[in-house]
């Protein structure tokens, strides 16, 4: 069996498992990649949100690498993440930052991102073709996340370029540098706070560290890394993936553009019908378990297809459909249990705003080019456009 998940297509198929052969198999066995570990990929919704919230599948990917010879060079600020740990590490770390995402402090933010999204979109050349992704769905939730931690503007286009090698699908060497020039700028920027201090996300985790919150160094750069780029990653995608969802549901994106206030209602659905991430981030078996009818050995990596678990009809029913009236808030692309993104919030008011604001500032908006020649991001983990040519 060829493993699902290193087809080419696999990054632009939502449903890579067909509904009767998810229905059969759930949770299906793939083989081992160069130097891997044969794993198992998860497809099902009740299965996948099992999995998600299965304490016996740890994410601790230093005890599963420890003993295996690897010539990855990821920074240990990324290797070792908050995203890569179980409680009560986990826990801890968790709990520094939970307070930034909070409806509450969400909702300080939200006149911030208004003015960022009228700003980005008065850039639109009236009348002329517009990359929706690049003139949008990328610089606001960067700009955002880098307001929230204090990056200076002046560093940002390098956070940018940074953060997409991060996932530059099949480049290892390139993955392995830009994990070493984020950290190694973010060293720097904690430098540069302990002398000039704020009142950022940063700022106070850096009193935490100095504290006695018994924050380590490395702990410290590695959530500052987590944060900055997990906190634009998924939402630049989301946005781009709910935008073009839209511009081929004309019926749906009329009434939107009639009930701006629908928008927020309609989130859910956007999210599940076409996920922003692909992929849940690694996991592996601490001991045997069975999932989905499959027995799963201790120590196998298991894969959760976020984007197929979301378009399980058994779940909700023909997946295939966008319908904003659809009860979706069970969706997984945000994921679930422990390890939910934690910036959830954030990632919704700026979908919420950022989408209302197109639609009401372009009613005529529209796809510029054919939908086959939209180019997808190629990776595993998250699904995204690389550009969304739009005319109004």
Known sequence: MTDPTEDPRFPQNRDPASAPRRSACPVQPVPAGPGGSPGYLVTGYTEARAALNDPRLSKDTAAFFAGKGSRRRLHPAVARSMLASDPPQHTRLRKLVTGAFTTGAVRELRPFIARVTDDLLQQWPAGERFDLVAGLAVPLPVIVICEL?????????????????????????VIDAASHALADYMMGLIAAKRQNPGSTLLDRLISARDGDDHLSEDELVSLAVLLLVAGHETTTNALGNAVLALLQHPAELERLREDPDAVASALDELLRFDSPVSTATFRFTTRAITLGGTDIPAGAPVMVALGAANRDPARFPAPHLLDPGRDAAAHLSFGHGIHRCVGAPLARAELEIALRAVLTRFPGIRLAVPPEQLIWRRTRLVRGLTSLPVLA
């Open 149 to 173: 931690l204090g990056v200076p503007q002046t560093d940002r286009s390098d956070v940018r370029r940074w953060s997409a090698e991060l996932f530059a699908a099949g480049e290892p060497d």
